[in-house]
């Protein structure tokens, strides 16, 4: 039979009644696994413990000060009785050092122990110089002395004053080269992240048996200061292979235990999560919001939004939905929640997590040190169909964009993350996997793909300004040329635009857009082709802009110059 007990706030009240009689059992375990959240761990712990009769506290000791005492597990086997839980932060064990770090904290302070000497010789020779400058008259006032005596006193000033200058010199370079040294040790321990003091959690618990026995006991519990983000390299050989996708981790440790050779899940979910059900508020609805919720008591946080519309509330609030804090869970909807990204670990940013949560069970063990660097693991790779579209802007970039579209994304359990792309063997740059507001297909770009070229010309020969009576009429031509190097067929959309008239004066005319599919509000025109290898597709495109001649308008035609064809097909 096995026993699970879950360490809440209230466990403390346990404490006050253990008497002085028990027995002690100090153990000391390794880490037999953990779960890596995003933001936090949880570590699991074993050990099997022979008890004799009656009352034993079982001390597990050398464990993470930063443990969160409020979600701590125990299971405990043959039956055998717990009745409490306590712990504490030991500040006074002494901790086994790194080899290294007793190498460089030995180093630090022999080189600082020669500062001393250094400094106790400068003071000495200070003082002497000092006490010679004030001590100038000589023979007495009564009587002077020989031009002799004056030489020779003269001699032994100058001699002794140059020589305390001299070593006080030697002594100010030592020091300096000291320092340098000192500094980089400093840096190195750093690094090694290093403490002036340590600190050891404890947690104890108070087990009862009627006779003598063993127990295995399991011990869980949640640390901060660790935690892990996503990162993906995507790779794609060529338009007509499938994209391998390889899931990666920067998992982060800083817990003030290293962690050796463990086994571990990563997870999406948040273990911080209050188990209390969530309470659910009346909902008004009144056309005066401001003073829909006002109250002499204390304000929550649902007030914060009362000036804003129905609609507002209804996505912010899920109708009304409160957790027992009384607090909404609007930051949990949609997965929301704050994470660390560990380049550097201290920086936070937000990160879209989806509502059903994921672990990866990873297949090898791991060391990560407690030293709040990122180290990477591998979690999972993926080959993927892929359909490959190519999508350019000409007017604003000269160059053509390869897009891959992935279906059915949603079963990989991706989060956002930095990805490395490579396309046919070379590292092309880095994107980012946006999953919020993403349908059945998730877009990626494989960036820029020379292989695929396009040309914007204005076309000077229709182009033209004309004043017509009180207006004046321009007319703008521009042929892109969009030509397929690749040895098999491509799809691509083109992307060019209109300007939109916002004054009745002005009149907006296309004269040959190549059958665009024309946005009228935003007058965006669009073409999609597939083009085979080797070929080119030739789009014209010509409008005019009709304005009164007294009012000047700047048409603005494209971000860059009109530009000349660069490449020849």
């Not at 879209?352 to 990122?374: C, G, N, Q, R, W």
């Not at 490579?422 to 507001?437: A, D, E, H, L, M």
């Not at 820029?448 to 004046?472: A, E, L, P, Q, Y």
């Amino acid at each position: 039979m096995r026993k699970i007990i879950y360490l809440l706030c209230f466990t403390l009240m346990f404490q006050t009644g253990w008497t002085q009689n028990e027995k002690v059992k100090k153990v000391t375990t390794k880490i037999k696994s953990a779960i890596i959240y995003l933001d936090g761990a949880e570590i699991h712990r074993a050990k099997k413990v022979t008890l004799e009769k009656g009352r034993t506290k079982v001390v597990f000791t050398g464990l993470s000060p930063k443990f969160n005492p409020t979600n701590i597990q125990v299971t405990t086997t043959n039956d055998i009785e717990l009745l409490a839980i306590s712990h504490r932060i030991d500040y006074l064990t002494n901790v086994n050092e790194k080899p290294k770090v007793l190498k460089l904290k030995d180093s630090l302070e022999l080189i600082q122990q020669k500062n001393i000497a250094f400094n106790n010789d400068k003071d000495a020779y200070l003082n002497e110089k000092d006490m010679m400058l004030q001590n100038k008259r000589i023979g007495g006032s009564d009587k002077g002395v020989s031009i002799a005596e004056l030489k020779l006193a003269a001699d032994f000033f100058r001699s002794r004053i140059m020589e305390i200058n001299k070593a006080k010199a030697k002594i100010d370079r030592g020091e300096a080269k000291n320092n340098k040294i000192i500094n980089r040790i400093k840096n190195e321990l750093y690094q090694l992240n290093a403490k002036a003091t340590y600190s050891r959690g404890e947690i104890t618990l108070l087990l009862n048996t009627e006779v003598s026995k063993s127990t295995e006991i399991d011990l869980k519990y949640i640390v901060s200061n660790a935690g892990w983000t996503p990162s993906y390299d995507i790779r794609a050989e060529d338009i007509n292979k499938p994209i391998n996708l390889e899931y990666k981790a920067f998992v982060y440790n800083n817990t003030d235990i290293d962690w050796e050779n463990i086994n571990f899940k990563l997870s999406t979910a948040n273990p911080t999560l209050s188990a209390t059900q969530p309470k659910m508020l009346p909902w008004y609805l009144n056309y005066k919001t401001a003073n829909m919720y006002k109250s002499s008591k204390k304000k929550s946080s649902y007030n914060m939004y009362q000036q804003k519309s129905l609609s507002q509330q209804e996505v912010y609030f899920k109708d009304g939905a409160m957790n027992a804090d009384g607090l909404t869970n609007n930051a949990y909807f949609n997965g929301n929640i704050n994470v660390p990204v560990n380049i550097p670990v201290s920086y936070f940013e937000t990160i879209y997590v989806p509502e059903l949560s994921a672990e990866f069970e990873i297949k090898k063990a791991y060391t990560i040190p407690s030293d709040d660097k990122p180290y990477i693991v591998d979690v999972v790779e993926y080959e993927l169909p892929a359909l490959y579209k190519y999508y350019a802007v000409p007017k604003m970039e000269r160059d053509v964009f390869l897009m891959a579209r992935i279906p059915n994304w949603q079963e990989l359990n991706l989060i956002e993350g930095t990805a490395n792309i490579y396309f046919g063997g070379t590292f092309v740059g880095k994107s980012y996997i946006q999953t919020r507001n993403v349908s059945d297909t998730l877009d990626i770009s494989l960036g820029r793909d020379k292989k695929v070229m396009i040309t914007r010309t204005k076309m000077k020969d229709f182009s033209s300004k004309k004043v017509i009576g009180s207006n004046r009429k321009e007319t703008h031509s521009y042929r892109m040329i969009v030509k397929n190097n690749r040895k098999v067929p491509i799809n691509i959309e083109v992307l060019d635009q209109l300007p939109v008239s916002q004054d009745s004066d002005i009149e907006v005319s296309a004269v040959e857009i190549s059958k665009a599919k024309k946005n009228d509000l935003t007058g965006e025109l669009k073409w999609v082709y597939k083009i085979e290898p080797g070929q080119s597709q030739t789009i014209d495109l010509t409008f005019t802009v009709k304005y009164p001649k007294s009012k000047p308008i700047k048409i603005s035609t494209s971000k860059y110059k009109s530009q000349r064809a660069r490449n020849k097909f």
